[in-house]
C-alpha cells in the first residue's frame, strides 16, 4: 500500500508540473494594466515619423485595446491577422506563429519590445507573439465592414499613416464586377500554388483595383463571378496600388446584371479600337495582367507632348524591378474578315527588354507600328497582347495608344 501511495503521489506531481508549464494565451504579459497607457492605432501610427521606417517599443505599459477583423482561417492569409479599435482604425499584425486568434475576438496587445514598421507603403505590428503580447478578452463579438466607394480607398494611396486611409480595414464595396480573364479564370492557381491578382471595377470608366489571392486558399480554384455586386475585403498595399484580399469565398455576391458594355461607333470593316480616350485601360473588355510583379501594371496618361490618353507601363519601380505584364485585347470575331490587319502606335524610353510585337525607339517619339497582317488568325476568339517585360539591368518605359483592327 506503501509504494502505491508513493507512486500516485509522483503522478499527482507531475500532472501538476505538466499542467504549470502549459502555454495559456489568456494569461496577460502584464498583471496589471495601466489604463492611462492604452494607445490607438492612429497614436500608434504617428511614432512613424520620416523618414524613420520603424519603431520600437520599449515601455511596457503600451497598451492596444482592438477587435480581429480578419483571420487566417481561409488560408488567404498566413501569419497575418488584421485587427480594428475602438476609433475604428485598422491595422495590420505579423504573427510569430500562426493560429490563436479568430474574426471577432476582443484582445489586450502588449506592445513592449514589438516593431512597428512601415515597407512598400504597408504599415504593419510585426512578429506578435501571442504568448507573451496578446491576452484575448472575449469570442464572437459582432464586426461589420464598412460600406465606402473605391473613390474613397483610393484617394489616400499616398498617404498610408492618414486619419482618413482605408489601408487595412475591413470593407464593403458595392457595383463591383470582375474582369474576364480566360487565363486565369479562378481566383488564383490551385493546382500551381500561385497566387494572382485579378481585377475588379465599377461601371464607371477607369475606376479599377486589385483583388490578390493567395494560390493556397481554400477558393484559390473558385471561378470568378460574372455578375455584378458586393464584395468585402481587406484593403491592403503595395507602394500606391491598393489591393483588395478576400476573408473568405461568401464573402463575393456579384449576381446582378453587368455594366453596359460601352457604345462606340466604329467605321465599316473595323474590328477593334482602342484608343485611351476614355482613360482607362479594362474598358472594352482588356485585361490588365502582372504575371511576376503585382506592383508594375499598365494604366493611362497624359504629358505636354501628348495632351490626348495613351496607355503607359514602366518597370522602374523605386529603381528597376523584375517584371512581366500582360495587355491583352477582348476576344475579335474575324470569322468574316477578308484581309484583317493590325495597326498601333507607340513611343519608348530608357534601354531594357522590347516590347513584344512592337518597334521601340527612344525618348517617347511616336512610332507607326505599320500594318501587321491577321490573315493567319481569322477566327471568332482571336486576340491581341502586349507583353512587358523589365529586368533590374533595364526597365523600359513603354507609351501605347490607337490600337485597331480592321479590313485592310
Not at 503522478?11 to 498583471?31: F, R
Not at 486619419?163 to 480573364?181: C, D, I, P, R, W
Not at 486558399?217 to 464584395?231: E, T
Not at 505584364?325 to 498601333?344: G, Q, R
Amino acid at each position: 500500500m506503501e509504494k502505491y501511495f508513493v507512486s500516485a503521489a509522483k503522478i499527482t506531481l507531475l500532472l501538476w508540473i505538466a499542467y504549470s508549464c502549459k502555454k495559456e494565451y489568456d494569461h496577460p504579459p502584464l498583471k496589471t494594466v495601466n489604463d492611462g497607457a492604452k494607445i490607438s492605432i492612429l497614436k500608434l501610427k504617428e511614432r512613424l515619423v520620416a523618414p524613420v521606417n520603424f519603431y520600437k517599443f520599449t515601455d511596457g505599459d503600451t497598451n492596444l485595446y482592438c477587435t480581429v477583423i480578419s483571420d487566417e482561417v481561409s488560408g488567404n492569409f498566413y501569419q497575418q491577422i488584421f485587427v480594428r479599435d475602438e476609433e475604428g482604425k485598422a491595422i495590420q499584425l505579423n504573427l510569430k506563429e500562426s493560429g490563436g486568434l479568430y474574426f471577432g475576438d476582443k484582445i489586450r496587445i502588449n506592445l513592449n519590445k514589438l516593431y512597428l514598421v512601415s515597407a512598400n507603403s504597408m504599415i504593419y505590428l510585426d512578429s506578435v507573439d501571442l504568448a507573451k503580447n496578446v491576452v484575448k478578452l472575449s469570442s464572437g463579438n459582432k464586426v461589420e465592414p464598412k460600406h465606402v466607394s473605391l473613390d474613397e480607398v483610393l484617394s489616400y494611396s499616398a498617404m498610408p499613416a492618414n486619419a482618413a486611409s482605408l489601408q487595412s480595414q475591413l470593407v464593403e464595396l458595392s457595383g463591383m464586377e470582375f474582369k474576364t480573364n480566360t487565363l486565369v479564370p479562378t481566383f488564383a492557381d490551385a493546382i500551381g500554388k500561385v497566387s494572382v491578382s485579378q481585377t475588379i471595377s465599377t461601371c464607371e470608366a477607369g475606376k479599377i483595383m486589385t483583388v490578390r489571392t493567395s494560390g493556397r486558399s481554400n477558393f484559390a480554384g473558385k471561378l470568378l463571378p460574372k455578375g455584378n455586386g458586393s464584395i468585402i475585403g481587406i484593403i491592403t498595399q503595395y507602394n500606391t496600388s491598393m489591393q483588395l484580399t478576400l476573408r473568405n469565398y461568401s464573402d463575393v455576391i456579384m449576381t446582378g446584371p453587368l455594366c453596359a458594355a460601352p457604345t462606340t461607333t466604329q467605321a465599316p470593316g473595323t474590328f477593334l479600337v482602342k484608343d485611351f480616350n476614355d482613360n482607362s485601360i479594362g474598358s472594352g473588355g482588356w485585361i490588365n495582367y502582372a504575371i511576376t510583379n503585382v506592383s508594375v501594371n499598365w494604366s493611362t496618361g497624359t504629358s505636354s507632348l501628348t495632351p490626348s490618353p495613351y496607355g503607359r507601363i514602366s518597370g522602374y519601380v523605386g529603381g528597376n524591378t523584375n517584371s512581366e505584364t500582360w495587355l491583352i485585347s477582348p476576344e475579335i470575331n474575324l470569322e468574316s474578315a477578308k484581309d484583317p490587319i493590325l495597326s498601333f502606335k507607340s513611343a519608348a524610353k530608357f534601354s531594357g527588354t522590347a516590347l513584344d510585337a512592337l518597334i521601340s525607339s527612344s525618348d517617347y517619339l511616336w512610332v507607326p507600328s505599320g500594318y501587321v497582317s491577321l490573315e493567319a488568325f481569322k477566327s471568332a476568339t482571336t486576340r491581341i497582347a502586349f507583353k512587358y517585360k523589365s529586368t533590374t539591368a533595364g526597365a523600359t518605359s513603354y507609351q501605347l495608344d490607337d490600337i485597331v483592327v480592321k479590313e485592310k
